[in-house]
Each structure stands twice: as structure tokens, then as C-alpha cells.
Nanobody
């Protein structure tokens, strides 16, 4: 079993910064990629950013330049640095990981429970 635990959410003022973290633990042979998604009230879950174990990143076009994703492979931790926060960034942010649990298994997608981010003055 693989667990993803997010942290770092909370209240941030417009224009402020916040850093989210997500740690993967459990039965992990290798992590192929990790990422962040978000879901605002009344909306569908959407991509924020992803990063492969080789460091290749992919961002939602609307978030490029404000959000940065980075991965610490040794710590099995992915981070999301949010800058110049806007009220429309308010959402539950979910961590996602493509993990191969063992040498003889396929890779699977796992999700964290989510962390609330609220941008408000």
C-alpha cells in the first residue's frame, strides 16, 4: 500500500506565497512521477503541475510563472511553491503519484486526501 500525505495548506492573502508538500510512503519500488491537482467548489478537479523522476515538468497554462513544482527523490516528497496567490487559487489541492510498488508489479496512480488552500484578505 502507498500513502500520500499533503501538508502546508491554509489561509494566504492575495499576492502572498504558500508551499505545499506531499510525502509518499509505504510499498514503493520506484516513483515515476508526482503531481498536484486542485478542485474548487462546484468545479471539476484540474491539473496544476506534474513532474517526472527525471525532473520534466508540466504546468497548467494559466499557472505558469506563478507556481513551481519540484521533487526530492530521496525524500519521496513533491513540493508546490505558490506565489502571487489569487482568490481563484482557492481550492482543495490533491497530491498524485505514479508509483511502482514492487519490481514485479505494474505502476499505479495514488491520491492523497487533499489540503485546503484559501486565498483571501
Amino acid at each position: 500500500q502507498v500513502q500520500l500525505v499533503e501538508s502546508g495548506g491554509g489561509l494566504v492573502q492575495p499576492g502572498g506565497s504558500l508551499r505545499l508538500s506531499c510525502v509518499a510512503s509505504g510499498s514503493i519500488f520506484s516513483i515515476n512521477a508526482m503531481g498536484w491537482y486542485r478542485q474548487a467548489p462546484g468545479k471539476e478537479r484540474e491539473l496544476v503541475a506534474t513532474i517526472t523522476r527525471d525532473g520534466n515538468t508540466n504546468y497548467a497554462d494559466s499557472l505558469k510563472g506563478r507556481f513551481t513544482i519540484f521533487l526530492d527523490n530521496a525524500k519521496k516528497t513533491v513540493y508546490l511553491q505558490m506565489n502571487s496567490a489569487k482568490p481563484e487559487d482557492t481550492a482543495v489541492y490533491y497530491c498524485n503519484s505514479n508509483v511502482r510498488p514492487s519490481t514485479w508489479s505494474l505502476s499505479y496512480i495514488y491520491w492523497g486526501q487533499g489540503t485546503q488552500v484559501t486565498v483571501s484578505s
